[in-house]
Structure formats: structure tokens, C-alpha cells
């Protein structure tokens, strides 16, 4: 039978069986309706079985021919529903988007940027994948995810690229043993014989900077996990180094978030994705709306 009858004879038979009769279901189609008739004689000796009782006003189907009914009904509806979702996944309007991120800029970024997403392309869904910047990058290469969003260095023969603006580092510490005079900036001097936290990806600049002042920095633990430094701050173990924007992750009124100053440290964001892939149009559709909303907007930190 799937050699014998195509999906124009389904259709066919499927209108002439909703429509009732043969010339209802010829208008239906845009065809004559001799050449519908002969379709259908041509459909029954393919077959070899009679679909239709004969000598009724109004259409009738043999057993055979309500079976066959059964399973257009079901064919049809799959592979319309098939086209369907296609034509979405094409226009972007169905889909999924693969993002792998590090911790505070997915969280910093990605709540929002979905939320507004999803207000114009409510069917895609996401997979996001969480890890520090280097793994990231592996999920990228191995075409696991679509999109990477880091705080490393990237290399642009690679991949494409979308920097965002930098923005500056903070000292977060607890207010029962806060340093430096002023309320809004810490100096690097001012750091001196503090408990310190630093996240490994800063921590030889920073040591850098230190030395520059003439004094070891007294770190007491270096993590990979912007989360863990402030949880640490909160418990009044030390003071810990932060991007500006993760000062949203934690709203807590017993911390203080001074600017590093003198000199002044910086960070940036970068989404990126493989040269040699297409995105999907749900993805392109996601990175216009990256580039749009961050990348427009030079003054999104306060910086």
C-alpha cells in the first residue's frame, strides 16, 4: 500500500469522505470532479478493494474502506503536524536553544533575556549547561550547546563574538569588618592583612596589583564560584572580589560593595558561538536580541 497510494490520493479520499460526496470534495480540492471520480476507481484498483458503497446519494464506506479511513485520519495529522513544526522550527518560532554559561553572567544575564524572549517565541524552550569558562568552550566545540557565554579570552578566528561592555570589579564584605575610608571605593593599599577571596581567573592580576603596592595579599581561599565568594562574605570570613553585576545575586543588607580602585580592575562578558556552524533560527533570533538589548546599552552597570 505505501508504493500504491501517495499522499494525494489520501488527501483525496480524506475530502471525499468529509465533504460527504464527490463534487463537495472536488470543490474542496480545485479539481474537476470526473477526474476526483476517476482517482478514486483508480485508488480501489490499485488496491484491489472497493472503499465507497455504490448507489447512495451520499457517501458511504465498505469496512475496508472505513480501516483505511482510520489511518489517512492519522497519517494526514502527522505529517501536517510534521510540516507545521518545520515550518515553525524555520522561522524560529519553535525550538530549542543550547546555552552553556558561567555562573554569574548566565544568572546576571539569562532570566531576563529569556523572559523577554519568550514573550514573542513562547514555543521555544532552552537547555543550559553551567561550568567555568574553559569546559564551556569544550561543550561549544563538540557542538553540545549553540551559544557560550564566559568571561575568558576567545579566540575570534574561531568563533564569533559578542563583547559586552566592561564592567568594573568590586570588594563585597560584611559590615562589621569593612575596609577603607570611603562608602562607594576600596584601594588596593587599603586591602592590606584583609582575609581575602578571590576568584581564581583574577587571581594573578590581582597578586599583581598587590605586589605594585608593596604588600602580599592574605588570601584565604580561592574559588572558581562568584556564589561561593559571596556567601563567604555574608558569614564574616573575609572580604571577596566580585563583577559588579553580581551584586544582584545576593541582596542582603549586612554587605558592603566597595569599587576596587587604584588601580581600578575590570571584567567583561563574551557570547560566542562556532564560525564554521549555522544557528538555528530560534538561536539567531536569541543572539539579536543579546546584541540589541546588552550591547546597545553602554551604561547598563553604572559604569
Keep these: 500500500m505505501e508504493q500504491s497510494m501517495g499522499l494525494k490520493d489520501m488527501r483525496a479520499f480524506f475530502a471525499i469522505v468529509e465533504e460527504g460526496n464527490i463534487s463537495h470534495a472536488a470543490q474542496r480540492l480545485g479539481i474537476a470532479q470526473p477526474a476526483l471520480s476517476r482517482q478514486m476507481?483508480?485508488?480501489?484498483?490499485?488496491?484491489?478493494?472497493?472503499?465507497?458503497?455504490?448507489?447512495?446519494?451520499?457517501?458511504?464506506?465498505?469496512?475496508?474502506?472505513?480501516?483505511?479511513?482510520?489511518?489517512?485520519?492519522?497519517?494526514?495529522?502527522?505529517?501536517?503536524?510534521?510540516?507545521?513544526?518545520?515550518?515553525?522550527?524555520?522561522?524560529?518560532?519553535?525550538?530549542?536553544i543550547r546555552i552553556g554559561t558561567i555562573t554569574t553572567s548566565g544568572a546576571m544575564i539569562l532570566p531576563e533575556l529569556i523572559s523577554?524572549?519568550?514573550?514573542?517565541?513562547?514555543?521555544?524552550?532552552?537547555?543550559?549547561?553551567?561550568?567555568?569558562?574553559?569546559?564551556?568552550?569544550?561543550?561549544l566545540d563538540s557542538h553540545i550547546i549553540e551559544i557560550a557565554i564566559t568571561r575568558t579570552q576567545v579566540d575570534n578566528l574561531s568563533y564569533e563574538l559578542l563583547v559586552l561592555p566592561n564592567e568594573p570589579l568590586v570588594m563585597v564584605m560584611n559590615k562589621n569588618s569593612a575596609c577603607g575610608e570611603s562608602d562607594d571605593v576600596v584601594k588596593f593599599t587599603e586591602l592590606k592583612d584583609q582575609p581575602l577571596i578571590i576568584p581564581l581567573r583574577w587571581k594573578s592580576n590581582f597578586e599583581a596589583n598587590?605586589?605594585?603596592?608593596?604588600?602580599?595579599?592574605?588570601?584565604?581561599?580561592?574559588?572558581?564560584?562568584?556564589?561561593?565568594?559571596?556567601?563567604?562574605?555574608?558569614?564574616?570570613?573575609?572580604?571577596?572580589?566580585?563583577p559588579i553585576s553580581s551584586q544582584k545575586l545576593l541582596t542582603d543588607g549586612d554587605l558592603l560593595y566597595k569599587r576596587l580602585v587604584e588601580p581600578e580592575m575590570k571584567t567583561h562578558t563574551v557570547v560566542s558561538w562556532l564560525k564554521n556552524q549555522t544557528l538555528s533560527t530560534a538561536c539567531k533570533n536569541f543572539v539579536d536580541l543579546f546584541r540589541k538589548k546588552f550591547m546597545a546599552d553602554r551604561n547598563r552597570y553604572g559604569f
Design 116 to 139: 523577554e524572549y519568550r514573550q514573542t517565541y513562547p514555543n521555544v524552550t532552552f537547555e543550559i549547561w553551567e561550568s567555568e569558562g574553559a569546559r564551556i568552550l569544550e561543550l
Design 41 to 96: 476507481k483508480r485508488l480501489e484498483e490499485k488496491l484491489e478493494v472497493k472503499l465507497f458503497e455504490r448507489g447512495s446519494r451520499r457517501i458511504r464506506l465498505t469496512e475496508a474502506g472505513r480501516v483505511l479511513y482510520d489511518r489517512v485520519e492519522n497519517i494526514l495529522g502527522m505529517v501536517d503536524g510534521t510540516v507545521r513544526e518545520i515550518t515553525e522550527i524555520g522561522t524560529g518560532s519553535k525550538g530549542s
Design 210 to 242: 598587590c605586589r605594585k603596592a608593596n604588600f602580599e595579599p592574605k588570601i584565604i581561599c580561592v574559588t572558581d564560584s562568584i556564589v561561593q565568594g559571596l556567601l563567604m562574605a555574608k558569614m564574616n570570613l573575609g572580604t571577596a572580589m566580585i
